[in-house]
């Protein structure tokens, strides 16, 4: 069965990276969903989270071959259950609805969104939290009329203490030595 | 050691020395040019050999890693020169060859501006390479070049590519080369559980029915005496796939032949009856499963493999033994029981029977007017005593020779088995030769495939290779042909050729030839071919519409496979 997984890929720095990593989902047919590129905790080592909808072989075959990529250093998967993760949305509504009542300051209110920017033309509101939530107001909002809309890739880490990395690394280091 | 102020095209070559080349094939060009006049310099400790085109460099570099076990190294330009060696980038990276791979590459403030010969060979090459990576800076060039020679030899081994930039060809730097061992991203290989090989070993301990089935990894681990000593230990037969060919002497009691599509009856229908599958560095190629889901679904599984992503890839593992397979065989013997499984091998010596009459026979010794191609691969390994290395190419001549030709010696048979590469015979043969120059070296090609690099006849003439080139001629693509027959009621769409006068044209390019048509010259032909010194082309004009069996239809279990139509 098919379901949302988070991938987590740790990796050098390197350009061209991010095609060797996409083209393995590409030669696949798996669509990615979202996929979001930040440096760890670790300094020079980036992380790569991506997400996307696979039977639990699929999603394992997929895994093995990231970490067959030689700037790789581990692939990681997880399903939503297991992660802390979060999207940002950012919305853009005409000022006038703001006016007219107070509907629109209720919807954001009450979805804990903010707003970033109001001017006399439009006002710009963030909203944070699952792709369901945001799209549960974007829906609202669009009620009015969403002149613009963006959400950001997925983030997300895991609920142990530190970087899943930091233990591979020294496990990796040890290997290294042993073999040759 | 001491820093000296060179050009990035010179510390190119300084570097490959360092790495131990001596050996490079290539075709030059405008953004390679530097380097080309780097290397003219070093004509005393490098020799390049200049191919008629780019894939026929780097076929014949795969060639050349495949009998030596080094890394072929080849050259090409930017823009065609570089995409020309796409083909051969796919085919070593499904075939696990080591290679570098050099191209130039625009200067690097010309780099997408379309200019001219500029293609995007990093972009382009990323999923047929293990590694690849654009210098731009001379600096870089001794670290990249180290890099690339680790990589693509270590662990799993395949092709990289480095595209270098003119400019950087062009600028002066301080060269100091140091030998790359580690990369903190990169773990070659996995160092063999003890765990992982007690749990194999028990299994292999109480099994009735095992079989080793053996490939590729095998020589590249060169782990091909502790194969042999594996199994003579254990007693149990072992079945090579095509890339494994070779890896053991072909009259080797316990070998009971190929697996596969095209393979030995005994090895397939027997690997769904057996109670352990032990596989060596294979990696369970659909030409070997037939259905996965009808494939050795009775047997427990044991997984002798380098790359943990072929673990549970195809088929799953009950006890895989991760690492490199010298390793984890030398391990292995060391814990396992001596035995014997006498009854079993019986099993498969009746399956042979049953083949030899059906099909083999009529193969290799034929009684019939035509000429097989059988017969011919027979006298050709029979006449050089085995010993000789097999290059084929892809087809039926392909399935033929790797059927009939017999082997002594590991690293003897170069083929392109993952990709199924046509045009590869003849430019492998060149590598293979050079590699190897104290071995005789059969070049088999059908028509179709020979005239696919038929121009690298000018390479062999112009450097002399005495390369033993048989050209099994039956004006067809037979093996399309055969498919159309069996899958496709005979409607042989663009199947036939008409075929140029090959030994015309080997004259032509001043090489040794004749054309044999019937069955009372063959054999004095091989014989002069193989008397002759230097290159011989020998056409041998075969049955037209000649099959090859037995046959595992796609789709179908390797139980069903078919000894005849």
Do not use: Q, T, V
């Given at each position: 069965m098919k379901q949302e997984y988070i991938i987590t890929v740790f990796s050098e720095d390197h350009i061209g990276l991010l095609s060797r990593i996409t083209i393995i989902f590409t030669r696949r047919k798996i669509n990615i969903d979202s996929l979001t590129v930040s440096e760890s905790a670790i300094s020079g080592i980036f992380k790569f989270t991506i997400v996307i909808n696979e039977t639990p072989d699929r999603v394992q075959k997929v895994v093995g071959q990231l970490e067959k990529v030689v700037d790789v250093m581990k692939a990681f998967y997880n399903t939503n259950e297991e992660m802390i993760y979060q999207e940002i949305a950012l919305y853009k509504v005409s000022t006038e609805f703001l006016f007219e009542s107070d509907k629109v300051e209720k919807i954001v209110r009450n979805s804990g969104a903010r707003i970033l920017e109001l001017t006399r033309e439009y006002v710009v509101i963030e909203k944070t939290g699952h792709s369901d939530e945001t799209q549960q107001l974007f829906d609202e909002l669009n009620v009015f009329g969403v002149t613009q809309f963006i959400r950001s890739g997925r983030v997300a880490i895991t609920r142990?203490?530190?970087?899943?990395l930091s233990v591979f690394l020294k496990e990796r280091d040890a290997m290294l030595e042993q073999v040759d | 050691m001491a820093t000296q102020r060179i050009s990035g095209s010179e510390a190119v070559i300084k570097s490959l020395l360092e790495e131990g080349v001596d050996t490079i094939f290539g075709y030059p060009g405008g953004a390679i040019m530097p380097i080309y006049d780097a290397l003219y310099d070093y004509d005393q400790q490098v020799t390049h050999y200049l191919t008629r085109h780019e894939q026929g460099a780097i076929h014949a570099a795969e060639g050349y890693a495949k009998v030596t076990g080094k890394v072929g190294v080849c050259f090409a330009t930017s823009g065609p020169g570089a995409t020309n060696l796409i083909t051969g980038l796919a085919d070593a990276q499904i075939d696990s060859i080591p290679l570098v791979c050099i191209t130039g590459q625009v200067a690097s403030p010309l780099l997408g501006t379309d200019a001219f010969q500029e293609s995007d060979v990093v972009g382009i090459t990323m999923p047929v390479t293990k590694w690849n990576y654009q210098v731009t800076n001379a600096e870089e060039i001794p670290e990249a070049i180290a890099k690339a020679f680790h990589i693509a030899l270590t662990g799993r081994p395949g092709p990289v590519l480095l595209d270098i930039a003119k400019d950087a060809q062009f600028a002066q730097f301080d060269f100091e080369y140091k030998k790359c061992t580690k990369i903190r991203s990169y773990l070659p290989e996995y160092p063999v559980d003890p765990f992982q090989v007690k749990a194999a070993a028990d299994i292999i301990n109480a099994a009735k029915k095992p079989i080793v089935l053996f490939g590729h990894g095998v020589i590249i681990a060169h782990a091909e005496d502790e194969l042999k000593e594996f199994i003579e230990k254990t007693g149990i037969p072992a079945a090579w796939t095509l890339l494994g060919l070779s890896a053991l002497p072909t009259d080797h009691p316990l070998n009971v032949g190929m697996l596969g599509m095209h393979g030995n009856y005994g090895p397939n229908i027997k690997t769904n009856e057996a109670d352990v599958v032990i596989s060596i560095g294979m990696r369970f190629d659909d030409r070997v499963t037939g259905k996965v889901a009808a494939y050795a679904r009775q047997a427990k599984i044991i997984h002798l493999e380098?790359?943990?992503?072929?673990?549970?890839?195809i088929i799953k593992a009950d006890a895989p033994v991760l690492g490199n397979a010298k390793k984890s065989l030398r391990m292995l013997i060391d814990n396992v029981n001596p035995n014997s499984h006498r009854e079993w091998l019986d099993e498969f010596r009746a399956c042979d029977k049953i083949e030899y009459d059906k099909v083999i026979l009529h193969d290799i010794h034929p009684q019939k007017v035509g000429l097989t191609m059988g017969e011919v691969v027979r006298i050709a390994s029979e006449k050089t005593n085995h010993e000789a290395i097999l290059v084929t190419d892809v087809g039926q001549q392909q399935m033929i020779a790797s059927r009939y030709f017999q082997f002594?010696?590991?690293?003897s048979n170069v083929t392109s088995g993952g990709l199924g590469t046509m045009g590869y015979a003849l430019p492998a043969a060149m590598g293979a030769k050079i590699g190897k120059p104290e071995r005789v070296v059969f070049a088999m090609a059908g028509d179709g495939g020979f005239q696919m690099t038929i121009q690298e006849l000018g390479t062999i003439a112009q450097y002399n290779l005495d390369i033993k080139i048989i050209v099994l001629n039956n004006n067809f693509l037979g093996m399309v042909r055969q498919w159309q027959q069996l899958f496709f009621e005979k409607r042989y769409s663009f199947t036939e050729m008409k075929n140029p006068d090959f030994v015309g044209i080997a004259k032509a390019y001043g090489l040794a030839s004749q054309k044999v048509t019937s069955r009372d010259q063959l054999e004095n032909a091989v014989q002069e071919m193989l008397d002759h010194q230097g290159p011989y082309v020998l056409e041998v004009v075969v049955e037209k519409e000649d099959n090859v069996f037995p046959m595992i239809p796609t789709g179908a279990s390797i139980s069903d496979i078919l000894l005849e139509p």
């Open positions: 142990s203490n530190i970087e899943r | 380098i790359d943990p992503a072929e673990i549970n890839k002594k010696n590991s690293r």
